[in-house]
T-cell receptor, first 112, second 113 residues
Framework: QKEVEQNSGPLSVPEGAIASLNCTYSDRVSQSFFWYRQYSGKSPELIMSIYSNGDKEDGRFTAQLNKASQYVSLLIRDSQPSDSATYLCALVGNTGFQKLVFGTGTRLLVSP | EAQVTQNPRYLITVTGKKLTVTCSQNMNHEYMSWYRQDPGLGLRQIYYSMNVEVTDKGDVPEGYKVSRKEKRNFPLILESPSPNQTSLYFC????????????FGPGTRLTVL
């Protein structure tokens, strides 16, 4: 089982809709979780971090963490075509030196 | 401007010809890391460095070398490149390991023929 699993997509949503991106992980000890956005051919950029159970909101983005069920999600409200990108879930693993482990990403397509 | 720079951005080379991809950051970050990104496999860590003269292997270190003689620089060396090292490479840095934001360089697209 991969440490971090994401559906590769693409997830297609119309403009203005809510996009829901999900990620599950296998290491119960993981404490720090991140969502990165990566446009095609570009480098990943951090958009959200979450450390405790519950929701964390930042503008149109909401990250949700459920450690008991070992999943983390990202909601994008009022999706825009400019949100079309690949979203990478990442966590700090428990390997002794806190390595960042990435999922393979979910491709989001927002149609006008 | 705070940034991570990589050079070259694009490189086509042949099997066995040694090459170096440079990485430099101007944020005085302690932790630097190299990743490769391949379709379906995501970002995988090659090597990382906790500080000057402290480096260690990541998940896929075979065929690569690194050095950290200065805090700002973390070059990736391919002594004898092979076609399976054709990939998109990213350098990243952060204040220290596990802390919020990893700043990624713009990437180096390497093709080994």
């Amino acid at each position: 089982q991969k440490e971090v699993e994401q559906n590769s997509g693409p997830l297609s949503v119309p403009e203005g809709a809510i996009a829901s991106l999900n990620c599950t992980y296998s290491d119960r000890v993981s404490q720090s979780f991140f969502w990165y956005r990566q446009y095609s051919g570009k480098s990943p950029e951090l958009i959200m971090s979450i450390y405790s159970n519950g929701d964390k909101e930042d503008g149109r983005f909401t990250a949700q963490l459920n450690k008991a069920s070992q999943y983390v999600s990202l909601l994008i409200r009022d999706s825009q075509p400019s949100d079309s990108a690949t979203y990478l879930c990442a966590l700090v693993g428990n390997t002794g030196f806190q390595k960042l482990v990435f999922g393979t990403g979910t491709r989001l397509l927002v149609s006008p | 401007e705070a940034q991570v720079t990589q050079n070259p951005r694009y490189l086509i080379t042949v099997t066995g010809k040694k090459l170096t991809v440079t990485c430099s950051q101007n944020m005085n970050h302690e932790y630097m890391s190299w990743y490769r990104q391949d379709p379906g496999l995501g970002l995988r860590q090659i090597y990382y460095s906790m500080n000057v003269e402290v480096t260690d292997k990541g998940d896929v270190p075979e065929g690569y070398k690194v050095s950290r003689k200065e805090k700002r620089n973390f070059p990736l060396i391919l002594e004898s490149p092979s076609p399976n090292q054709t990939s998109l490479y990213f350098c990243a840095s952060t204040i220290r390991s596990g802390i919020n934001e990893q700043f990624f360089g713009p990437g180096t697209r390497l093709t080994v023929l």
